[in-house]
């Protein structure tokens, strides 16, 4: 559990995407919700924090992708309410079928019933009547359906829009356009939906792209080494077990590689559409710059 300001953020770890329960003052909010097949992962995590999954009171979802919407309808049926800004009406059933091709057991998919939709102007207000002060942005790049919460406070939660290192890779992007209107905010801390919350002390609209003190995780991102060997087929391997939907401690056992590295390997292939395995270890390499 983290205190930005006097805001109240828990972070989930019960899937490979990290959700996040935002307490406001009269309601919580989850931001995202993880893989299908993790209901009982999330209401063990949700016993764990003392905190009845009855009172969540609404679903925010970064973007209707899989590892970010997979049990969105079960805790809706719980009571909660799915919010969902109307540019992302059309794309609330895009992974039906992703789920029916590859077999996931459990998935239950979204009721429409259960979708409140709103311009997107009027976030500020909806999310007033659970007592949080912020705003929800449309941050197109990694998908067009992605949007992100700024809360006034200075958190910022982005799903799968790329990492503020990477910025420089993205030049003239939808992603830059994005990260440009989310920086405006002045947010003082970042939360990613496959990597850990970035602090950015305060500063972050003079970050400057490729200056890792501002965009790492809490205290700095810090250099790791690359593991040993053969780094393509260990990089390849993870890619597989994380198309199983294994989590990152079940990784590690297999792999004997370094829970950062593993986060990092997870991160990049769930948020870069088609990125090979060439493509991850680029990325490394400009993280550890």
């Given at each position: 559990m983290a205190?930005?300001?006097?805001?109240?953020?828990?972070?989930?770890?019960?899937?490979?995407?990290?959700?996040?329960?935002i307490e406001?003052d009269?309601?919580m909010?989850?931001f995202?919700?993880g893989?299908?097949?993790?209901f009982?992962?999330?209401?063990?995590?949700?016993?764990?924090?003392?905190i009845p999954?009855?009172?969540?009171?609404y679903?925010?979802?970064?973007?209707?992708?899989p590892?970010h919407?997979?049990?969105?309808q079960?805790?809706a049926?719980q009571?909660?309410?799915?919010l969902?800004?109307?540019?992302?009406?059309a794309y609330?059933?895009a992974?039906?079928?992703?789920?029916?091709r590859?077999?996931?057991?459990?998935?239950?998919?979204?009721?429409?019933?259960k979708v409140?939709?709103?311009p997107?102007?009027?976030g500020?207000?909806?999310?007033?009547?659970?007592?949080?002060?912020?705003?929800?942005?449309?941050t197109?790049g990694h998908s067009?359906?992605?949007?992100?919460?700024?809360l006034d406070?200075g958190a910022l939660f982005v799903g799968?829009?790329n990492?503020l290192y990477?910025l420089?890779?993205?030049?003239?992007?939808?992603?830059e356009?994005s990260?440009e209107?989310l920086?405006?905010?002045?947010?003082?801390?970042?939360?990613?939906g496959?990597a850990?919350?970035?602090?950015?002390?305060?500063?972050?609209?003079?970050?400057a792209?490729?200056?890792?003190?501002?965009?790492?995780n809490?205290?700095?991102?810090?250099?790791?080494a690359?593991?040993?060997g053969?780094?393509?087929?260990?990089v390849s391997?993870?890619m597989k077990?994380?198309?199983k939907?294994?989590?990152?401690?079940?990784?590690?056992?297999?792999?004997g590689?370094?829970?950062e590295f593993?986060e990092?390997v997870?991160?990049?292939?769930?948020?870069?559409?088609?990125v090979?395995?060439q493509?991850i270890?680029?990325?490394i390499?400009?993280?550890?710059?």
């Amino acid at each position: 559990m983290a205190w930005v300001g006097e805001m109240k953020i828990h972070e989930l770890h019960y899937t490979n995407t990290n959700t996040y329960l935002i307490e406001g003052d009269s309601g919580m909010l989850l931001f995202d919700t993880g893989w299908a097949g993790t209901f009982r992962e999330f209401c063990r995590t949700m016993g764990e924090l003392g905190i009845p999954v009855q009172e969540i009171r609404y679903i925010l979802i970064s973007h209707f992708h899989p590892d970010h919407m997979g049990i969105a309808q079960e805790i809706a049926d719980q009571g909660a309410v799915i919010l969902a800004p109307e540019l992302q009406k059309a794309y609330i059933h895009a992974a039906d079928d992703i789920f029916a091709r590859e077999g996931r057991g459990g998935y239950i998919p979204i009721r429409d019933e259960k979708v409140r939709f709103f311009p997107l102007d009027e976030g500020r207000r909806i999310l007033k009547e659970i007592g949080i002060d912020g705003q929800i942005l449309h941050t197109p790049g990694h998908s067009d359906d992605s949007i992100s919460l700024c809360l006034d406070e200075g958190a910022l939660f982005v799903g799968d829009l790329n990492p503020l290192y990477e910025l420089e890779m993205h030049r003239g992007t939808l992603i830059e356009e994005s990260w440009e209107r989310l920086l405006e905010m002045h947010p003082k801390k970042v939360y990613y939906g496959h990597a850990r919350c970035a602090d950015l002390g305060g500063d972050a609209q003079h970050a400057a792209p490729g200056d890792n003190s501002q965009h790492g995780n809490s205290g700095g991102d810090e250099k790791y080494a690359v593991p040993d060997g053969d780094t393509f087929a260990l990089v390849s391997q993870i890619m597989k077990l994380v198309d199983k939907g294994c989590r990152p401690e079940k990784i590690r056992r297999k792999t004997g590689a370094d829970a950062e590295f593993i986060e990092d390997v997870t991160r990049m292939y769930l948020t870069h559409r088609n990125v090979g395995v060439q493509g991850i270890l680029d990325r490394i390499e400009i993280k550890n710059r």
